[in-house]
């Protein structure tokens, strides 16, 4: 099917651990996105790509690593997990910059919930 | 920091009702969009209103934009429970940069 997909829904990970978030899109879109969503915050960009090969941070990207080698995937590393990076993860996606004055809106996954204990 | 702020933080209206939200920016932009999401899914875009323009409507939606006073305001008529959700607002260039949103709690 088309679409924006993340996966895995849930994870329980330790404290110290590694853990891949992924995010697969099928339309070819240029730009892809990786947001958290903490109670009281909002959404807050991690990480962003305008295309593949091109990362850049956002907001709160410490603790994150992102590559982006084809087009549809743009998976989000944490390095070494910390209980303050328990959050809902979304990622998002748009085919060309959405701040543009005709530009695009963004396509969101339904998100990764993360635990870290 | 965030670059759009809704305010209400909350709203609790009955079903008929009208909605209004407001969304404050710091930086020129040239555009900004309104997003919703539902209870544990993610954001779904509703309407983008670019900076010449001053009100743009999609159904029961109006979207107005003064770029003055960098503020944008949502405006969603005869609300329905289905409405009950969290609305944001969004700006950017290369990235767009949400601000915490506001709940809207619509009640039968």
């Known amino acids: 099917d088309a679409g924006i997909t993340q996966s895995p829904r849930y994870k329980i990970t330790e404290t110290g651990r590694q853990v891949t978030l992924m995010c697969h899109q099928t339309?070819?879109?240029?730009?892809m996105f990786w947001y958290r969503q903490d109670l009281g915050h909002g959404l807050r960009l991690i990480y962003y790509?305008?295309?593949?090969?091109?990362?850049d941070k956002g907001e709160v990207p410490d603790g994150y690593v992102v590559s982006r080698s084809k087009t549809e995937n743009f998976p989000l590393t944490l390095e070494s997990a910390t209980r303050s990076q328990t959050s809902v993860y979304f990622c998002?996606?748009?085919?060309?910059?959405?701040?543009?004055?005709?530009?695009?809106?963004?396509?969101f996954g339904n998100g990764t919930r993360l635990t870290v204990t | 920091s965030q670059q759009g702020e809704e305010d209400p933080q909350a709203l609790s209206i009955q079903e008929g009702e009208n909605a209004t939200m407001n969304c404050s920016y710091k930086?020129?932009?040239?555009?900004l969009q309104w997003y919703r999401q539902n209870s544990g899914r993610g954001l779904v875009h509703l309407i983008l209103?670019?900076?010449?323009?001053r009100e743009k409507h999609s159904g029961r939606l109006r979207v107005t934009l003064d770029t003055s006073k960098k503020s944008s305001s949502l405006l969603i008529t005869a609300s329905r429970a289905a409405d009950t959700a969290s609305y944001f607002c969004s700006s950017g260039y290369n990235k767009l940069i949400f601000g915490a949103g506001t709940r809207l709690a619509v009640h039968p």
């Open positions: 209103i670019r900076s010449n323009e």
């Open positions: 930086t020129s932009i040239n555009n």
């Open positions: 339309w070819s879109h240029s730009y």
């Open positions: 790509s305008a295309a593949a090969d091109i990362t």
């Open positions: 998002a996606s748009s085919p060309q910059a959405p701040g543009l004055i005709n530009g695009s809106p963004l396509h």
